[in-house]
T-cell receptor, first 113, second 113 residues
Framework: QQQVRQSPQSLTVWEGETAILNCSYE??????FPWYWQFPRESPALLIA?????NKKEDGRFTIFFNKREKKLSLHITDSQPGDSATYFC????????????FGKGTVLLVSP | DPKIIQKPKYLVAVTGSEKILICEQY?????MYWYRQSAKKPLEFMFS???????DNQTASSRFQPQSSKKNHLDLQITALKPDDSATYFC????????????FGPGTRLLVL
């Protein structure tokens, strides 16, 4: 059973548009949700993260919206740039599990100029 | 200067052989982890260590053995290699094992023939 699900699998947007990447989770004990991005042949890098004490986290063009009741979150990328083209992973961890991150399968984002 | 070093970058092995993947971090972190990424599976947690002690093991096979000779080292020994072990293995670290941001190393790409 997959604990963290992401959709869509791939997404293409035009430069300047808003990309919306979705994530849902099963385990109600998860309470830390980082998003990582990964460029081809590189390692994952932390983009932005949220804890359920808030339902929104913003960092420049990147915003996480969090819905604890529905166990869903989404990453919004406004004014998308070609340099944003990457694979985006939603991850989650709980207060038990010694910081074990459970990753979704990722969304491949392509921003066309 | 790279803060997390993984050696080697690429590794080709024959089925049944044994290899050691090296990881050193120079971030002053107390927790270290191993993750695996393959075409078949998303980023998958393997082990977490805190102050050189094993905290969590999600790897079913005993063929995978982490080794921590120093606080900033966490190597991964893999015995009796199988083609299915082919993947990129990422080492990561965080300040502590309590939902701190995890930073990923560049990875070792392993191919088992």
């Amino acid at each position: 059973q997959q604990q963290v699900r992401q959709s869509p699998q791939s997404l293409t947007v035009w430069e300047g548009e808003t990309a919306i990447l979705n994530c849902s989770y099963e385990d109600s004990t998860f309470d830390y949700f980082p998003w990582y991005w990964q460029f081809p042949r590189e390692s994952p890098a932390l983009l932005i993260a949220i804890r359920p004490v808030s339902n929104k986290k913003e960092d420049g063009r990147f915003t996480i919206f969090f819905n604890k009741r529905e166990k869903k979150l989404s990453l919004h990328i406004t004014d998308s740039q070609p340099g944003d083209s990457a694979t985006y992973f939603c991850a989650a961890s709980g207060d038990s599990g010694y910081n074990k991150l459970t990753f979704g399968k990722g969304t491949v984002l392509l921003v066309s100029p | 200067d790279p803060k997390i070093i993984q050696k080697p970058k690429y590794l080709v092995a024959v089925t049944g052989s044994e290899k050691i993947l090296i990881c050193e971090q120079y971030l002053g972190h107390n927790a270290m982890y191993w993750y695996r990424q393959s075409a078949k599976k998303p980023l998958e947690f393997m082990f977490s260590y805190s102050y050189q002690k094993l905290m969590d093991n999600q790897t079913a096979s005993s063929r995978f053995q982490p080794q921590s000779s120093k606080k900033n080292h966490l190597d991964l020994q893999i015995t009796a290699l199988k083609p299915d072990d082919s993947a990129t293995y990422f080492c990561a670290s965080s300040q502590d094992a309590n939902q701190d941001t995890q930073y990923f190393g560049p990875g070792t790409r392993l191919l088992v023939l």
